[in-house]
């Protein structure tokens, strides 16, 4: 069975990233939280992975970031089935 794909979000953003990106990330950016340039400087990544290898460093770098999120205001999401 596949993994469902997940990715990083705030608490506050009304926006599915998975639908609704372009909303998702207007919001995301307007409020200064610049997730998706948080998770590439966190995810160790390479042009060299396959599709699944770059999945799971990303899932990686998330479970990171929420481990060490002292304010409290990221959570993983998962594509609706």
């Known amino acids: 069975m ?3 794909n997940c990715m990083l979000t705030t608490f506050d953003n009304p926006y599915d ?3 609704q990106f372009s ?3 207007l919001f995301d950016t ?3 939280y610049d997730t998706c340039a948080y998770l590439g400087r966190i995810a160790r990544t ?3 992975f396959t599709d699944e290898e770059t999945e799971r460093a990303n899932e ?7 481990k060490y999120d002292f304010r409290n205001i990221y959570r993983k999401v998962y594509a609706k089935a």
């Open 2 to 4: 596949k993994k469902r």
């Open 30 to 32: 307007e409020k200064g």
């Open 23 to 25: 909303r998702w990330f």
């Open 17 to 19: 990233p998975f639908t």
């Open 46 to 48: 390479s042009d060299e």
């Open 60 to 66: 990686s770098a998330i479970d990171e970031i929420i």
